[in-house]
């Protein structure tokens, strides 16, 4: 009974605060409904400018595929590479694409005429994607054979049949927002009674530190869970993307996720004195795990020492898990481990924030 009123207490804290229920309600609509367009690592509108010192009839084949590419923004033609590169230097093009002379007429005699491709590197990826996709128009080209032998190779995509990114981004969408509602909300809630001077009140009170914290906890998970079948809603009605797998797994998924985080604000909160040193460290851990989790790039290009994080880090079992699970159809089997790995963080986080929190302080 104590316990069923500690919790009704933290959801009448909850309502009364005249901020608190408008971002748990904005917040999920806002990530689910913007960040999936602008999440997108695919590379376009890249703007291309070329330097053509040939005016052959194959440069300007060139010329017209670079205008007919959808990832490409035709700045037109130079008159030399040094003017060219000044606009590189700029910022006004992104790539620029020097044809030599006498090209047509080394294509025509069997040769395979070099070509020059210059890429602004200020922003690495879209300067080396850039080049790499100019890379393959003038390759196709020089060499028809490669282009033919690439023209007969049939790609089956299983999982992610039109390649659009906001399928395999919006799974990990929804452990950002468990990560943030079910992270900062406990880590500023113990404090936050701290500096109100209400904390003292519960101190005095014979409810013992597992009733107090499980009440801390348990609003989270259920507010995550809400927010999750949200997200479900908004994946289906703004994008058409539905889970191919169980929804009961990907529940799972964010209780265990959920316990780990809030379990993790409930620690900090318990050592911090303020609301803003909770939130800082708060902060700290959020965007290390998020970042060291493979939910922007692959875990395995990370240095060595840097992809041994990830076996302590319960953000990367749950995105693997949940892409399992939402994209592929993955069943209980398929992320037995993740969910093992997931729960054992959970509940280790779990005995750290009952047993750090003391009545005496």
């Given at each position: 009974?104590t316990?069923?009123?500690?919790?009704?207490?933290?959801?009448?804290?909850?309502?009364?605060?005249?901020?608190?229920?408008?971002?748990?309600?904005?917040f999920?609509?806002?990530?689910?409904?913007?960040?999936?367009?602008?999440?997108?690592?695919?590379?376009?509108?890249?703007?291309?400018?070329?330097?053509?010192?040939?005016?052959?009839?194959?440069?300007?084949?060139?010329?017209?595929?670079i205008?007919?590419?959808?990832?490409?923004?035709?700045?037109g033609?130079?008159?030399?590479?040094?003017?060219?590169?000044?606009?590189?230097?700029?910022?006004?093009?992104?790539?620029?694409?020097?044809?030599?002379?006498?090209?047509?007429?080394?294509?025509?005699?069997?040769?395979?005429?070099?070509?020059?491709?210059?890429?602004?590197?200020?922003?690495?990826?879209?300067?080396?994607?850039?080049?790499?996709?100019?890379s393959?128009?003038?390759?196709a080209?020089?060499?028809?054979?490669?282009?033919?032998?690439q023209a007969?190779?049939?790609?089956?995509?299983?999982?992610?049949?039109?390649?659009?990114y906001?399928?395999?981004?919006?799974?990990?969408?929804?452990?950002?927002?468990?990560?943030?509602?079910?992270?900062?909300?406990?880590?500023?809630?113990?404090?936050?009674?701290?500096?109100?001077?209400?904390?003292?009140?519960?101190?005095?009170?014979?409810?013992?530190?597992?009733?107090?914290?499980?009440?801390?906890?348990?609003?989270?998970?259920?507010?995550?869970?809400?927010?999750?079948?949200?997200?479900?809603?908004?994946?289906?009605?703004?994008?058409?993307?539905?889970?191919?797998?169980?929804?009961?797994?990907?529940?799972?998924?964010?209780?265990?996720?959920?316990?780990?985080?809030?379990?993790?604000?409930?620690?900090?909160?318990?050592?911090?004195?303020?609301?803003?040193?909770?939130m800082?460290v708060?902060?700290?851990?959020?965007?290390?795990?998020m970042?060291?989790?493979?939910?922007?790039?692959p875990?395995?290009?990370?240095?060595?020492?840097?992809?041994?994080?990830?076996?302590?880090?319960?953000?990367?079992?749950?995105?693997?898990?949940?892409?399992?699970?939402?994209?592929?159809?993955?069943?209980?089997?398929?992320?037995?481990?993740?969910i093992?790995m997931?729960?054992?963080?959970?509940?280790?986080?779990?005995?750290?924030?009952?047993?750090?929190?003391s009545?005496?302080?």
């Amino acid at each position: 009974m104590t316990l069923s009123f500690l919790i009704q207490k933290e959801f009448l804290q909850i309502r009364r605060n005249s901020f608190m229920p408008k971002i748990i309600l904005l917040f999920p609509i806002m990530i689910m409904c913007v960040m999936p367009w602008v999440m997108n690592m695919e590379v376009k509108n890249i703007v291309v400018e070329v330097v053509d010192n040939d005016r052959s009839t194959q440069s300007q084949q060139i010329v017209h595929r670079i205008e007919a590419s959808r990832y490409f923004v035709f700045a037109g033609q130079s008159e030399s590479y040094a003017t060219a590169l000044k606009h590189i230097e700029t910022r006004g093009v992104d790539v620029v694409l020097v044809i030599p002379p006498r090209y047509g007429r080394d294509l025509a005699m069997g040769k395979k005429p070099q070509v020059l491709v210059a890429a602004n590197s200020v922003n690495g990826t879209k300067g080396s994607i850039g080049a790499s996709y100019l890379s393959q128009i003038v390759t196709a080209q020089v060499e028809p054979s490669m282009s033919a032998l690439q023209a007969k190779v049939a790609t089956l995509n299983l999982y992610n049949k039109h390649q659009d990114y906001k399928v395999y981004m919006i799974p990990a969408l929804m452990g950002i927002l468990v990560m943030m509602l079910c992270g900062f909300l406990p880590a500023l809630n113990i404090v936050g009674e701290k500096e109100r001077g209400t904390i003292e009140q519960i101190n005095v009170t014979p409810v013992s530190k597992w009733a107090f914290i499980l009440s801390k906890l348990i609003p989270y998970w259920i507010i995550a869970l809400i927010v999750l079948s949200v997200c479900f809603v908004l994946s289906w009605a703004v994008y058409g993307i539905t889970c191919q797998g169980s929804l009961w797994l990907v529940y799972l998924l964010a209780a265990l996720l959920a316990l780990f985080f809030s379990s993790l604000g409930l620690v900090i909160s318990n050592y911090s004195d303020t609301m803003l040193q909770a939130m800082l460290v708060m902060w700290f851990f959020v965007v290390c795990l998020m970042l060291l989790s493979g939910l922007f790039t692959p875990t395995r290009s990370m240095p060595d020492w840097a992809y041994l994080t990830t076996y302590i880090n319960p953000m990367h079992y749950f995105i693997d898990a949940i892409r399992t699970v939402f994209v592929r159809g993955g069943g209980f089997a398929d992320i037995s481990r993740q969910i093992a790995m997931l729960a054992g963080c959970g509940s280790v986080m779990a005995v750290w924030a009952i047993r750090s929190y003391s009545k005496h302080k």
